[in-house]
Antibody
Framework: QVQLQESGSGLVKPSETLSLTCSVS????????WNWIRQPPGKGLEWIGY???????NYNPSLRGRVSISGDTSHTRFSLTLSSVTAADTAVYYC??????????WGQGTLVTVSS | DIVLTQSPDTLSLSPGEGATLSCRAS???????LAWYQQRPGQAPRLLIS???SRATGIPDRFSGGGSGTDFTLTIDRLAPEDSAIYYC?????????FGQGTTVEIK
């Protein structure tokens, strides 16, 4: 059974860089998109971007060039970096696997708080 | 960006009743790129419907999706207490991907 697990720092200072990793078990990277999605406390879902099975990336323009998603060559994990964070970046961050039709596997989510 | 507007914001229904949730897109999207999720408190979203009408693995047939173009629906038959959750629609066909604001379903 495919499982995703987020890990990384839960507390980041303003203006610093948020870094998270998603570990992928029992899944092939092929034919899927590997996404980061976030949810501020008490609010809705926001797509951050994805790394495709071919290695290309696609990001939400709302993040104004602060975001980068990369994968390792073993295809067992992929990572998110978000620079120059502010309090508005405080959220639960999810990694998720998707096709063109939906995101079928999600991690449990990890809360990242931006605070000094 | 494509804006997805869900209605109503909240539904309060009794067990056994049926629910119809709406998702309207600000412009036409392909049916194959519209999904619905259920999110219970403290949990990650769970895929219910992909491609507008295909139930995900393990989803009861009480859940069904339909629609095309700009108007999509999620129907839940015979509501059960465990259906109490927030339901989101999601379009993956146009970048950036976007989500609706969610419909809260409360079971009385």
């Amino acid at each position: 059974q495919v499982q995703l697990q987020e890990s990384g720092s839960g507390l980041v200072k303003p203006s610093e860089t948020l870094s998270l990793t998603c570990s992928v078990s029992s899944a092939s990277f092929s034919n899927y998109f590997w996404n980061w999605i976030r949810q501020p406390p008490g609010k809705g879902l926001e797509w951050i971007g994805y790394l495709s099975y071919s290695g290309s990336t696609n990001y939400n323009p709302s993040l104004r060039g602060r975001v980068s998603i990369s994968g390792d060559t073993s295809h067992t994990r992929f990572s998110l970096t978000l620079s120059s964070v502010t309090a508005a970046d405080t959220a639960v961050y999810y990694c998720a696997r998707s096709t063109f039709s939906g995101a079928d596997v999600w991690g449990q989510g990890t809360l990242v708080t931006v605070s000094s | 960006d494509i804006v997805l507007t869900q209605s109503p914001d909240t539904l309060s229904l009794s067990p056994g009743e049926g629910a119809t949730l709406s998702c309207r897109a600000s412009r036409r999207i392909t049916s194959r790129s519209l999904a619905w999720y259920q999110q219970r408190p403290g949990q990650a979203p769970r895929l219910l419907i992909s491609g507008a009408s295909s139930r995900a693995t393990g989803i009861p047939d009480r859940f069904s999706g339909g629609g095309s173009g700009t108007d999509f629906t999620l129907t839940i038959d015979r509501l059960a207490p465990e259906d109490s959750a927030i339901y989101y629609c999601h379009q993956l066909g146009h970048s950036p991907q976007t989500f609706g604001q969610g419909t809260t379903v409360e079971i009385k």
